[in-house]
């Protein structure tokens, strides 16, 4: 059973601090991670990929892949409130579907 | 380009019914993937078609079934409902199936109610 676990929450940052978002997962196979941001009552909407360890930048965030220790983060600089959301990490490999993890609450407070 | 569109966007039925839910992908994506969405077991995948053919599925009854046409629209259906299929279904579309970089965006989802 492939699996995907995050902190389910909530976390509670100030306005303008860096949120820290972290997710582990089981199958070392995986391939391609993926972070997506679901407003409630919404849909999720992607924020960034990442295929390669290190880190990816865009923007305020910032994802970071490390493989050998099956671990993905997202960080998101100076946070708003209008980042206070789920934050799902999804994980996939070659010709299987996405696992999805059962995401991160996150509150910025003003 | 427009996103993925799905419809209805609300729905009622009654145990017993039988539902189907519609999506229509990005143009040009010819994979679509559906997911159970409930506050108490997450995102959860139903299943993946690619070219009119189921490429992956989720462990779900029977009961949950889908299909997928040539022009890449799909539809998931969902017999004898029970009260637990009370769920956001969200669809998502990515270009191919054997892309591992591929990404995939979802519509904005069914809110399905069961009384």
């Known amino acids: 059973q492939k699996e995907v676990e995050q902190n389910s929450g909530p976390l509670s940052v100030p306005e303008g601090a860096i949120a820290s978002l972290n997710c582990t997962y089981s199958?070392?196979?995986?391939?391609?991670f993926f972070w997506y941001r679901q407003y409630s009552g919404k849909s999720p909407e992607l924020i960034m990929s990442?295929?390669?360890?290190g880190d990816k930048e865009d923007g305020r965030f910032t994802a970071q892949l490390n493989k050998a220790s099956q671990y993905v983060s997202l960080l998101i600089r100076d946070s708003q409130p209008s980042d206070s959301a789920t934050y799902l990490c999804?994980?996939?490999?070659?010709?299987?579907?996405?696992?999805f993890g059962p995401g991160t609450r996150l509150s910025v407070l003003p | 380009k427009a996103g993925v569109t799905q419809t209805p966007r609300y729905l009622i039925k009654t145990r017993g019914q039988q539902v189907t839910l519609s999506c229509s992908p990005i143009?040009?994506?010819?994979?679509v993937s559906w997911y159970q969405q409930t506050p108490g077991q997450g995102l959860q995948f139903l299943f993946e078609?690619?070219?009119?053919?189921?490429?992956n599925k989720g462990n779900f009854p029977g009961r949950f079934s889908g299909r997928q046409f040539s022009n890449s629209r799909s539809e998931m259906n969902v017999s004898t409902l029970e009260l637990g299929d009370s769920a956001l279904y969200l669809c998502?579309?990515?270009?191919?199936?054997?892309?591992?970089?591929?990404?995939?965006?979802f519509g904005p989802g069914t809110r399905l109610t069961v009384l």
């Open positions: 998502a579309s990515r270009p191919s199936y054997s892309g591992a970089g591929d990404t995939q965006y």
């Open positions: 199958d070392r196979g995986s391939q391609s």
């Open positions: 990442i295929y390669s360890n």
């Open positions: 999804a994980v996939r490999s070659y010709g299987q579907n996405f696992v």
């Open positions: 143009s040009g994506h010819r994979s």
């Open positions: 078609y690619f070219s009119e053919t189921q490429r």
